[in-house]
């Protein structure tokens, strides 16, 4: 009995400081990634802007806008950007929306000026004729999600959103 005794003993000396052991791994481990998510917190990140969004080209079903969303890159490698999804809404309702696949990517250490089409279909704007009364304008906002792929961290996604009055093509752009 006494030599059971004596290895229950020596047994759990070891399985002590296995238990120590990972304790101390585990606070280790807390404190790396409490360092990581500090550092990627307070990392600099791409910005963007809207800059303009303006009537581009009417079609036999649909009116085009074009929406130039100026991005700054701050690193010193190109940034892939895995897709831009876009929403624009008048009188409180979506008016159209979609998604740009793999549009490129950001230049490095220097800003990218990015084209984002915007089609309105012709029955959604005769469905907006109070808004657009006598001025020939509608009220809009426009959101958009770039999602950029950043090294090591991961797809991040920048939220924009702007608020305007876009004007309607006339006679003359229809024939242009």
């Known amino acids: 009995?006494?030599?059971?005794?004596?290895?229950?003993?020596?047994?759990?000396?070891?399985?002590?400081?296995?238990?120590?052991?990972?304790l101390?791994?585990?606070?280790?481990?807390?404190?790396?990634?409490?360092?990581?998510?500090?550092?990627?917190?307070?990392?600099?990140?791409p910005e963007a802007t809207v800059a303009d969004v303006d009537f581009q080209k009417v079609s036999r079903?649909?009116?085009?806008?074009?929406?130039?969303v100026s991005v700054s890159n701050p690193y010193a490698t190109p940034l892939p950007i895995c897709e831009i999804k876009y929403s624009l809404k008048s009188a409180d309702r979506e008016i159209a929306s979609g998604t740009i696949p793999d549009p490129g990517s950001l230049k490095a250490k220097d800003s990218t000026m990015l084209d984002v089409p915007v089609k309105v279909?012709?029955?959604?704007?005769?469905?907006?004729?109070?808004?657009?009364?006598?001025?020939?304008?509608?009220?809009?906002?426009?959101?958009?999600?770039?999602?950029?792929?950043?090294?090591?961290?991961?797809?991040?996604?920048?939220?924009l959103s702007q608020k305007g009055e876009i004007k309607l093509p006339t006679i003359r752009d229809m024939f242009a």
């Not at 005794?5 to 052991?21: D, N, Q, T, Y």
Request: charged fraction near 20%.
């Open 1 to 22: 009995m006494r030599a059971s005794f004596g290895v229950k003993v020596s047994l759990g000396v070891i399985g002590v400081s296995v238990i120590f052991a990972v």
């Open 24 to 45: 101390k791994m585990s606070q280790l481990l807390d404190k790396a990634k409490t360092y990581v998510a500090d550092k990627v917190a307070n990392m600099p990140k």
């Open 61 to 68: 079903d649909s009116v085009q806008y074009l929406a130039k």
């Open 121 to 159: 279909p012709h029955t959604v704007l005769l469905s907006l004729a109070r808004d657009i009364g006598a001025d020939w304008d509608i009220d809009y906002q426009l959101d958009i999600w770039l999602i950029i792929d950043l090294p090591v961290v991961g797809n991040i996604t920048i939220p």
